[in-house]
């Protein structure tokens, strides 16, 4: 080969070498280009993005890859991880399992740690119940309610547990008999109109049927995302103590008294006694508590099965359709229960108060009838 035409070929591949490194920096701009398009689109607070994520990773509770993801919502792994993490933070259940995800419509098991309360001085706790209020519902009793929390700051109790059902929730056995409709709307409902009187608290727990609907339904933590609504509200009166069930300790000197709040399942029972008895039968040695709180039936009543305190804490909702359908009374009732322990956390004294309403309609024109002031 020539001088002249191995300059030519030395050129030729400098020419290839300069097209190739052209070609490598306009694919690596397009690339930041589109990270920054993406970065530009993409906002992990946005509520369309989110809903869309939701929607996404809530089909059927099926995992997706997360790089799957990403590519469907035009984010980056890192945005969508971000994503992720903040539908956590408020309530989702979002699950990894490897390099897949999704959001999962199970139940959030309850923190297992009780939560302790000391007991000084006499050793005794006053403290108020209400249960299952279904507020949205078209029979929910604010009247009731609203004397329940009047009694409780004239009587001085600082603590009211709430033992669940505090929202409607949405079904088909109950959709026109709402108020109001949706998550957001019914949680904002709630955070609004139940009461709140200076230095009373009210701990609650979340059913598995009404509010906890929607956690089968699109995998949120529904008490959870209610505590962080209230908050958000600027009411830290309410505060979430788990999913189903919590215990409670109330702490002595020598030892504890256990008080479980639970929100079981099931129907309701000919006998009134029945299901507190077959709830604590079930109940291995060394696994009763000594107190249960118990939301669901819609009665009101206290038994003592195996030594155990059951309060079956009524309800504070008319008798709905539903109800009236299956031939199942609605026990509207609230209690304010007074226990004194000795100093091993046995029981010594135990004083439930019951304080039962009627419907609403017993109340209108009967002048001799009147709901507590
Ligand atoms: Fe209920």
Redesign the pocket.
């Known amino acids: 080969m020539s001088k002249k035409s191995l300059l030519g070929q030395a050129k030729a591949e400098e020419h290839v070498a300069d097209v190739k490194q052209l070609q490598q920096q306009v694919k690596r701009l397009e690339g930041e280009n589109d990270d920054l398009t993406a970065r530009m689109v993409f906002d992990s607070e946005s509520p369309i993005v989110r809903s869309q994520v939701i929607v996404l990773l809530t089909k059927g509770s099926k995992f997706m890859e997360l790089s799957t993801l990403a590519a469907k919502m035009g984010a980056s792994e890192r945005q969508t991880i971000d994503m992720l993490n903040s539908l956590k933070l408020s309530g989702y259940n979002v699950v990894q399992r490897g390099t897949k995800v999704a959001i999962v419509g199970e139940f959030m098991p309850s923190p297992k740690e009780t939560i302790k309360i000391p007991m000084k001085g006499r050793r005794t706790y006053t403290f108020g119940v209400v249960s ?1 209020p ?1 507020l949205c519902s078209k029979a929910q009793r604010l009247d009731v309610l609203e004397s329940a929390y009047n009694e409780f700051a004239r009587r001085k109790v600082k603590d009211v547990y709430l033992v ?2 505090y929202i409607d929730g949405e079904s088909r056995f109950n959709q026109y008999e709402l108020l109001v409709h949706g998550v957001t709307d019914q949680v904002m409902y709630f955070v609004d109109h139940y009461p709140q009187r200076a230095g009373i608290t009210t701990k609650f727990i979340a ?1 598995e ?2 509010e906890g609907w929607y956690t089968k339904k699109i995998g949120l933590d529904i008490g959870k995302y209610t505590e962080m609504f209230a908050k958000d509200m600027g009411r830290n009166d309410l505060v979430y103590l788990g999913h189903l069930e919590r215990d409670i300790e109330l702490k002595t000197s020598k030892g504890s008294c256990i008080m479980r709040l639970f929100h079981p399942g099931g129907g309701t029972s000919y006998a009134l006694s029945y299901k507190p008895q077959k709830i604590v039968e079930a109940y291995s040695g060394g696994e009763k508590p000594h107190i249960l709180l118990l ?2 039936f ?1 009665k009101s009543g206290y038994f003592c099965p195996r030594g155990v305190h059951v309060l079956l804490a009524g ?1 504070i ?1 008319d008798q709905t359709k539903f109800m009236r359908k299956l031939g199942l009374a609605a026990h509207i009732a609230f209690w304010i229960v007074t226990v004194e322990l000795a100093p091993d956390g046995s029981i010594l004294r135990w004083l439930p108060e019951e304080f039962a309403f009627y419907d609403r309609e017993f109340y209108e024109g009967n002048q001799w009838a009147t709901l507590m002031g």
Do not use: T, V
């Open positions: 299952d279904h669940g059902n059913g049927c009404h939301g669901h819609h309800c909702q």
